[in-house]
């Protein structure tokens, strides 16, 4: 199984030093990803309706697109994850020339894993309608998709069109696709179109919804040993409770893990290196994975 580590973004108030720190980090203890969050703004929840997710105007965020374009200059081997981007507030055409540049500049590294987000306010400040989010999210994949493949695309679609035109230079390979998200419907829609899931395990059970999932790809006719299955473990603080959360993951079938250093009080990023660094050897110790 694979284990990554998800970017502390919350707690090193968007320092770019710390960046570098933990991207060379992650590499060099052998961690085989790096996930980071996409919010492009922050708002306050004191409106109507009330905005009911986990972050607000104070919480710092790097695009993850221009993060991981740094990261590949200074790294040669993480993967890059988005974990996930807000597809359906941004353009469909430029994500996939953003994503099509960062996958050909880092050697095939990236995975996008794509959601449909809570944030309303950030959508209307981007141009677009919150309301349909999950229809346009499922429209997006298929186009991406093509976009990758195909050397010339003619598309009309209920949010997007493309008369005649082609992404140049294309990705090497159709970068993957996976979802992420809470609700039944997130579920199913990857099935249906995914390459994967990344389950946020402490925002919902994702032993749980594991089984759940698999049940959608069967209904879907898709084959359950060539869909990925992360977890984010973000109960697990301890090493041993990493080990603990990662063995069972593997156990069910999971295929990649991402440890969680937020949470812990630490201030620096040097404080985050450091439990990345017990977390490694007791991954290690235990002979779950690690490069």
């Known amino acids: 199984m694979k284990i990554g580590i998800i970017y502390p973004q919350n707690e090193l108030q968007g320092d770019p030093q710390a960046v570098r720190r933990i991207g060379l980090a992650a590499e060099e203890l052998g961690y085989d990803h790096i996930v980071a969050y996409d919010h492009v703004l922050g708002a306050t929840h004191d409106r109507e309706p009330k905005l009911w997710g986990p972050y607000t105007?104070?919480?710092?965020?790097?695009?993850?697109?221009?993060?991981?374009?740094?990261?590949?200059?200074?790294t040669s081997r993480i993967a890059l994850v988005t974990g996930i981007l807000i597809l359906p507030q941004r353009q469909t055409v430029l994500v996939a020339r953003q994503a099509a540049d960062l996958d050909l500049l880092s050697g095939e590294r990236l995975r996008l894993g794509v959601g449909i987000g809570w944030n309303y306010v950030e959508y209307d400040s981007l141009g677009q309608d919150f309301r349909t989010?999950?229809?346009?999210l499922g429209e997006q994949v298929g186009l991406l998709r093509r976009l990758w493949t195909e050397p010339l695309?003619?598309?009309?679609?209920?949010?997007?069109?493309?008369?005649?035109?082609?992404?140049?230079?294309?990705?090497?390979?159709?970068?993957?696709i996976w979802f992420g998200g809470f609700?039944?419907?997130?579920?199913?829609?990857?099935?249906?179109?995914?390459?994967?899931?990344?389950?946020?395990?402490?925002?919902?059970?994702?032993?749980?919804?594991?089984?759940?999932?698999?049940?959608?790809?069967?209904?879907?006719?898709?084959?359950?040993?060539?869909?990925?299955?992360?977890?984010?473990?973000?109960q697990a603080k301890s090493p041993q409770a990493v080990v603990d959360t990662a063995s069972r993951w593997r156990d069910v079938g999971g295929t990649d893990a991402a440890v969680v250093t937020m949470g812990q009080g630490f201030k620096t990023a040097e404080q985050h290196v450091d439990h990345m660094k017990r977390v490694a050897e007791a991954i290690r110790k235990a002979g779950i994975g690690m490069c």
């Open 57 to 74: 105007e104070k919480d710092p965020f790097h695009d993850p697109f221009v993060m991981f374009a740094y990261l590949a200059a200074i």
């Open 133 to 136: 989010r999950g229809k346009r």
């Open 153 to 176: 695309v003619q598309f009309e679609g209920a949010f997007d069109r493309i008369d005649r035109a082609a992404l140049n230079p294309r990705p090497r390979r159709a970068v993957p």
């Open 183 to 234: 609700a039944d419907e997130a579920l199913r829609r990857a099935a249906r179109l995914g390459d994967g899931f990344i389950f946020a395990d402490g925002a919902v059970d994702a032993f749980d919804a594991v089984s759940r999932l698999r049940r959608f790809l069967d209904e879907a006719g898709r084959s359950r040993d060539s869909f990925g299955l992360q977890c984010n473990m973000l």
